[in-house]
């Protein structure tokens, strides 16, 4: 039942069903293709608390809700009327660039299937330590069976891969496999095991290119987008009549000829291109590439462009048998552990400190969201401690050699995969990712010092709040602006939140009340405040800007700060902001009206305010 409650949540925080275009998921984010992003509500969403955090990336919404992603998505998917429950909607990239549109297929397609990789890598990962330590023999019918288990997956990934693409691409999945299937029949597979031809020769005529595709992943997932633009025309021009039989015939026999002929052999060339590009920068310079490997890794979780190593790292299990990506993964999760296990020792409540362990413990086990978005988005230099941590150890693993053997999850349960001889290296690796970012941590990150009744009253009253009212300012010189005459629905209904809003003369915005910055969304449209009564505040910079993708707009400030009416928070580009049809209206929302007894509103409707006029004031509730 919690799981059905928190997708309700979801949906209405994210303007209700109507405007979710489309919704999947990866392996611990709900990803939402949205109509309107105005109509979000942020504050609403991360006050679920399920929902570890939030993150919008080229256009796509993601929530963060963690390991058990899958039991949130599958009523979310009933509720938004999806057809596919499994998660693997399609990232729609209507809006998007390829670039952006490719991060978010990789993503796609690897998300759900990640867990049949993770689990077998750490069978086949520990098996190799076993084997290493002379515990077990890797030539027992033991190890060979357990092997079988460990070794199936990446043997046939294709076919998961083939699966999972369909749900991506919207088409058959079971033609999509059939594709994987004769890529990999015995036929081809022999014929690449033996090496006596280069190509089988279709008609006498068309070379059909010998490759061995076990383990690839860019050859199927082409050939799977191929298909389901081939299988889609083929039914359209067809009479209904002979659909049934001859759609999926005609559709296997032609994506499944240019499959084989063309985009497989491209498919295996852009892998190996990819792999051989990454190879000669570790041999170019191994500390360029530990520092470029290592210092891009937290943020690309933190985007959730992560994915996008995967297919890399598992064309070089593939082609040559081990990958050097993988350690550095590894490193990246045990600098962001030991960074965020430093930030428990300067937080003093006891809720912090849980949340903070908890995250801390999930880091070590290769899980870093939680301790990304929960912890480190908040304390940004312990985020900055965290790149430093993972620049530093990956690079002593660039510069050692460091290899994995295994697709394996980057946890500190992987450590036996590094049994061998670089075993050392990799104890001295986790020994540095956690110790630099730990140190780091604690030295750039303050501590926050015990609560005081009368300092916080004597820096109350400084700040001109009395007691629990709270008195909203005008942001900037304008036009006050009731919020039933916005011409967004949605506040107008005053569904996100009660405040005010008002016409701007003018682009700087400064703070409307005191307190700390608890949001700043990426698009820089929308920053959210609370102030040390508990009062969550919105400012909202205009109707609909969230498209503009942060065109227009400058923020001064960042989650965590410090703020009063004098602190200028953003500046606004008016007229780029109209010239892109946009209304520049700025409201001001009381988010969390639970928590607040009273709202007075504005009297004075038709009066021009001056920065810093008291606008609207607020009761927080005892």
């Not at 549109?101 to 990789?117: N, W, Y």
């Not at 357990?146 to 691409?169: E, N, R």
Request: net charge negative; charged share 15%.
């Amino acid at each position: 039942m919690r799981y059905s409650e928190v997708a309700e949540k979801v949906i209405a925080a994210v303007g209700g069903v109507d405007n979710v275009s489309n919704a999947w998921h990866c392996m611990t984010r709900l990803r939402f293709d949205l109509k309107d992003g105005a109509k979000v509500d942020m504050a609403a969403l991360d006050g679920v608390p399920e929902v570890i955090g939030t993150n919008v990336q080229n256009g796509e919404l993601q929530v963060v809700v963690g390991t058990e992603v899958e039991k949130y998505y599958e009523p979310l998917a009933d509720k938004l009327g999806l057809a596919d429950k499994a998660g693997g909607g399609e990232a729609a990239g209507g809006k998007r660039g390829w670039v952006a549109l490719a991060m978010d297929t990789v993503s796609g397609v690897f998300g759900p299937i990640v867990p049949a990789i993770a689990g077998a890598g750490m069978i086949k990962g520990l098996m190799a330590g076993l084997a290493a330590l002379g515990v077990i023999s890797n030539k027992n019918d033991t190890y060979l069976v357990i092997d079988m288990l460990a070794s199936g997956v990446f043997t046939f990934l294709p076919f998961f891969v083939a699966a999972s693409a369909a749900k991506i691409f919207k088409t058959n999945m079971f033609m999509a496999v059939a594709i994987a299937a004769a890529m990999q029949y015995p036929t081809m597979t022999a014929a690449a095991a033996a090496k006596e031809i280069t190509a089988f020769m279709l008609f006498g005529v068309i070379p059909v290119p010998v490759f061995n595709y076990a383990g690839t992943v860019i050859p199927i997932i082409f050939s799977v987008f191929a298909l389901s633009h081939i299988y889609r025309w083929v039914d359209r021009i067809l009479p209904r009549v002979l659909r049934t039989v001859f759609t999926p015939t005609f559709s296997l026999f032609i994506a499944g000829t240019l499959a084989l002929t063309v985009i497989g052999p491209i498919g295996i060339f852009l892998g190996n291109q990819l792999a051989a590009g990454v190879a000669w920068l570790f041999a170019f310079s191994p500390i360029l590439a530990g520092v470029i490997f290592g210092a891009t890794r937290p943020i690309a979780i933190f985007t959730g462009l992560h994915h996008a190593e995967t297919p890399i790292a598992l064309q070089n299990f593939a082609t040559q048998g081990w990958d050097m990506l993988m350690p550095m993964m590894f490193m990246a999760n045990m600098a962001i552990a030991g960074a965020t296990a430093a930030v428990y020792f300067k937080v003093r409540s006891k809720d912090q400190k849980t949340v903070v362990a908890s995250a801390a413990v999930s880091g070590l086990l290769g899980i870093t969201e939680p301790a990304l978005f929960g912890v480190l988005s908040k304390y940004r230099r312990a985020f900055v401690a965290a790149t430093i941590g993972s620049t530093l150890a990956a690079t002593f693993f660039a510069v050692t050699g460091v290899r994995i053997y295994a697709y394996i999850l980057s946890s500190i349960f992987s450590l036996p995969a590094y049994v061998g001889p670089y075993f050392p290296f990799a104890l001295a690796g986790i020994a540095i990712a956690i110790s630099s970012s730990f140190i780091l941590t604690m030295f750039l990150v303050p501590a926050e010092r015990p609560a005081d009744e009368s300092a916080v009253a004597a820096e109350a009253s400084a700040r001109g709040v009395k007691g629990e009212r709270v008195e909203l300012v005008a942001v900037a010189r304008g036009a006050f602006v009731p919020l039933e005459e916005v011409s967004d629905a949605v506040f107008a209904s005053k569904t996100v939140g009660d405040g005010y809003a008002l016409q701007p003369a003018d682009g700087d915005v400064y703070a409307p009340v005191s307190g700390t910055v608890t949001v700043v969304f990426p698009t820089k449209h929308a920053i959210g405040l609370e102030t040390d009564d508990g009062v969550e505040v919105l400012v909202h910079l205009g109707i609909d800007t969230v498209s503009l993708q942060g065109e227009g707009f400058e923020v001064f400030c960042a989650p965590g700060d410090r703020v009063d009416p004098s602190t200028l928070i953003a500046r606004v580009d008016l007229d780029a902001v109209r010239g892109a049809g946009k209304d520049p209206v700025i409201l001001v929302l009381v988010t969390n009206l639970g928590k607040v007894s009273t709202v007075n509103e504005f009297e004075d409707t038709d009066a021009a305010l001056q920065r810093g006029d008291s606008v609207v004031s607020v009761s927080a509730a005892v």
